[in-house]
């Protein structure tokens, strides 16, 4: 990372930031291009190991990119707003936090984690607790993201 002054290494600073984003980007392989889809995700973050669960259709391009290759990218950020340069234009730039990580995509085929996945992404969507049923689990694909290398960046606002 470029600029150490904005690396996050505090866990409740990353729980923050996966808390209050709404999408990941996953990005996989498509051949000779990335292919990157934007999904709702629910997360588990411990002891720095992050794992996310997002969900889809039970038929697509992404389920079949996951199983040719698992091998992916994620991509976690919050606009906070801009930072003024005043009458300055060069100086102007974006509050933000964000997360990158890559690691492994994987289909949940077991029906147990598929509904703790799916409980953790209406949670982390919502802030309410849903209980998932097997049968509700028959109509989507759950897929989870291991992350194996991860890092996590801020710009704040300057108090005033």
């Given at each position: 990372?470029?600029?150490?002054?904005?690396?996050?290494?505090?866990?409740?600073?990353?729980?923050?930031?996966?808390?209050?984003?709404?999408?990941?980007?996953?990005?996989?392989?498509?051949?000779?291009?990335?292919?990157?889809?934007?999904?709702?995700?629910?997360f588990?973050y411990?002891?720095?190991k992050?794992?996310?669960?997002?969900?889809?259709a039970?038929?697509?391009?992404?389920?079949?990119?996951?199983?040719?290759?698992?091998n992916?990218?994620?991509?976690?950020?919050?606009?906070?707003?801009?930072?003024?340069?005043?009458?300055?234009?060069?100086?102007?730039?974006?509050?933000y936090?964000?997360i990158?990580?890559?690691?492994?995509a994987?289909?949940?085929?077991?029906?147990e984690?598929?509904?703790?996945g799916?409980?953790?992404?209406?949670s982390?969507?919502?802030?309410?607790?849903?209980?998932i049923?097997?049968?509700?689990?028959?109509?989507?694909?759950?897929?989870?993201?291991s992350?194996?290398e991860?890092?996590?960046?801020?710009?704040?606002?300057?108090?005033?």
């Amino acid at each position: 990372m470029r600029r150490e002054d904005r690396r996050i290494t505090e866990d409740n600073e990353i729980v923050d930031i996966l808390h209050s984003a709404e999408i990941v980007h996953l990005g996989l392989m498509d051949g000779e291009y990335p292919y990157i889809v934007p999904l709702h995700y629910g997360f588990i973050y411990e002891d720095g190991k992050l794992t996310l669960y997002m969900h889809g259709a039970v038929e697509g391009k992404k389920l079949d990119l996951i199983r040719s290759n698992e091998n992916a990218f994620i991509e976690i950020d919050n606009n906070n707003g801009i930072v003024s340069g005043g009458e300055i234009p060069c100086r102007y730039g974006a509050a933000y936090a964000s997360i990158m990580a890559k690691g492994k995509a994987e289909i949940v085929e077991n029906v147990e984690e598929k509904i703790k996945g799916l409980e953790l992404l209406m949670s982390n969507q919502t802030h309410r607790n849903f209980e998932i049923t097997p049968m509700m689990t028959r109509s989507v694909r759950v897929i989870k993201f291991s992350a194996e290398e991860m890092s996590a960046k801020a710009r704040k606002v300057a108090a005033k």
